[in-house]
């Protein structure tokens, strides 16, 4: 009984100090400001109007509380770190929803920060299947995506070439396990 008391004292302190949007910062014409800022950057991927809004809106409402004092008290690192993990996260919310969003396929030029986002995403996919298996398999991907795309990647891939890939760089992994 006792540990359960302060277990509950103890999540209610986390709670009661969690953060909340600073009302100076997030006023709302930050909020719209922010708001038409990534409706417009996520309009080529997303052209359905209402299903860009509600990702939108869902974005907005998280980055208000991962970082109440608004965009400029983070680094870009940080905003842009941010920004992939929500952008997963959103994800992974519409997929257990069973909605699945089309997104507009477009090429991106390979860069180091491309191919950081790459193995950040395989990691935390893949992480329920053992240490460094995200970070070999995504390794084995970028070495045969850019085969494929030497100078710019189509994205999203197409499910046909990942499939196929994730698989073979699965074996591949396998195998030197089993070496």
Excluded at 60 to 72: Q, V
Excluded at 85 to 101: D, S, V, W
Excluded at 107 to 117: C, G, H, N, S
Aim: aromatic share 10%; proline share 5%.
């Amino acid at each position: 009984m006792k540990k359960a008391l302060i277990l509950f004292v103890f999540c209610s302190l986390i709670w009661t100090c969690k953060q909340k949007p600073n009302p100076v910062i997030w006023t709302k014409e930050y909020e719209q400001g922010f708001y038409n800022y990534l409706d417009s950057t996520s309009k080529s991927m997303t052209p359905d109007s209402i299903k860009r809004a509600k990702y939108v809106a869902f974005l907005i409402k998280r980055y208000k509380e991962e970082i109440p004092n608004g965009i400029n008290s983070v680094s870009k690192d940080s905003l842009h770190n941010l920004n992939n993990r929500l952008g997963r996260e959103y994800a992974i919310k519409e997929r257990n929803e069973g909605n699945i969003t089309e997104l507009i396929s477009h090429y991106e030029r390979w860069t180091p920060i491309l191919e950081k986002d790459f193995k950040d995403n395989y990691v935390a996919i893949f992480q329920s299947m053992g240490p460094g298996f995200g970070e070999k398999l995504c390794d084995c991907m970028i070495g045969r995506l850019k085969k494929i795309y030497p100078d710019s990647i189509l994205l999203p891939i197409p499910k046909d070439i990942n499939r196929k890939l994730n698989l073979e760089c699965a074996e591949v992994i396998k195998k030197r396990k089993s070496i």
